[in-house]
């Protein structure tokens, strides 16, 4: 057993620390000239990507921006206050959660009118209006298998972690072209961008506040993965042409355990009085690990491979982005939440 655990942490140090590394550096350039540490940590991840290549970095980065990222938000709950869902109101989370579901059925539509199969239509249109790649993930499991399955599911995880960097970097200079408030703008980019480390990457480089109720926002997008993923499979199994191809092909939706652990500190936060240097000493900890998954997380981004899966698919996946983004723009601009 020991020499297990050895092993495991010898296969993530190469990676784990080039994402350290990294983020250090990030938060120096932060520090010294005032540029937003998720920003530069994203870029100098990018700049990187050709290490991801090396199987020497790869167990670790993956590491960074997984567990890590999912620890990090878990933590994020002892930073929020019922005063964050006053200031989000009812209408605004009944919108989040509307968005969802109609950016989940435009998909379907607009793979239909290009020409694509429904599945990636579900696939991109869940990750886009859900939770990025691990949306795709858990919809790919629930969908009936076919020969088309996996390339569908990859270019999903690819493409939707391209279109969510790049919203990370330019949705914060809509929000500012669009002249939104702070809360605006934390409802904006949390509604909108796909990934959770991208949400949390570009409301903090907005401010603090901003980067809370974004993430608060994106965990109720979060919430319906397992209500959604289960409705999926429901239905494939209901289509499903052949009892062959209802049997064993859906595989029950996993979770978000962090989703738990942030809730928990949330409810914690709220109920429980807390010794300040507790709270401020949590909080420092989910932004070093924050910025740490978004440096790997840049790392592990190849912008090259969306080029060669089609145009079909990066224009459906594209649409549902713009979708997304224009609905709640839209909602903002015209007072509804």
């Known amino acids: 057993m020991s020499h297990g655990r050895v092993v495991g942490l010898q296969d993530i140090a190469a990676g784990v620390t080039l994402s350290a590394v990294l983020s250090v550096t990030a938060y120096a350039i932060s520090y010294r000239y005032g540029a937003p540490a998720m920003l530069m940590g994203l870029l100098l991840g990018l700049s990187c990507h050709f290490l991801s290549e090396s199987d020497q970095f790869t167990k670790g980065l993956v590491w960074a921006s997984g567990p890590c990222l999912r620890f990090g938000v878990a933590l994020l709950g002892l930073r929020l206050s019922l005063d964050e ?163 064993g092909q859906s595989s029950p939706a996993s979770f978000p355990i962090f989703l738990l652990g942030f809730l928990a500190l949330f409810l914690l936060n709220n109920t429980v009085p807390l010794p300040v240097p507790l709270t401020q000493g949590v909080s420092q900890l989910a932004t070093g690990l924050l910025l740490l998954a978004v440096t790997a997380l840049g790392v592990r981004t190849s912008l090259r491979e969306v080029a060669s899966i089609g145009w079909r698919p990066i224009v459906l996946l594209a649409g549902e982005s713009l979708f997304l983004a224009a609905a709640i723009a839209s909602l903002l601009l015209l007072d509804v939440v």
């Open 85 to 247: 869902v006053a200031i989000l109101g009812w209408p605004a989370v009944a919108a989040v959660c509307a968005a969802v579901v109609m950016t989940l059925a435009f998909g379907v539509l607009w793979a239909r009118v290009l020409g694509c199969e429904r599945d990636l239509g579900l696939l991109t249109g869940g990750a886009v209006g859900i939770c990025g790649a691990s949306a795709a993930m858990a919809i790919s499991a629930a969908l009936p298998e076919s020969e088309t399955k996996q390339r569908h599911t990859l270019f999903t995880v690819i493409g939707v972690t391209t279109f969510s960097t790049a919203a990370m970097v330019f949705y914060p200079i809509v929000g500012d072209f669009l002249m939104f408030t702070p809360t605006e703008m934390g409802l904006f980019i949390g509604a909108t961008i796909h990934d959770v480390a991208q949400v949390v990457g570009a409301g903090y480089s907005v401010s603090p506040e901003t980067g809370d109720l974004a993430t608060f926002v994106k965990l109720l997008r979060v919430a319906m993965l397992v209500p959604i993923v289960m409705a999926i499979a429901f239905l494939s199994r209901i289509s499903a042409r052949s009892p062959d191809q209802v049997d």
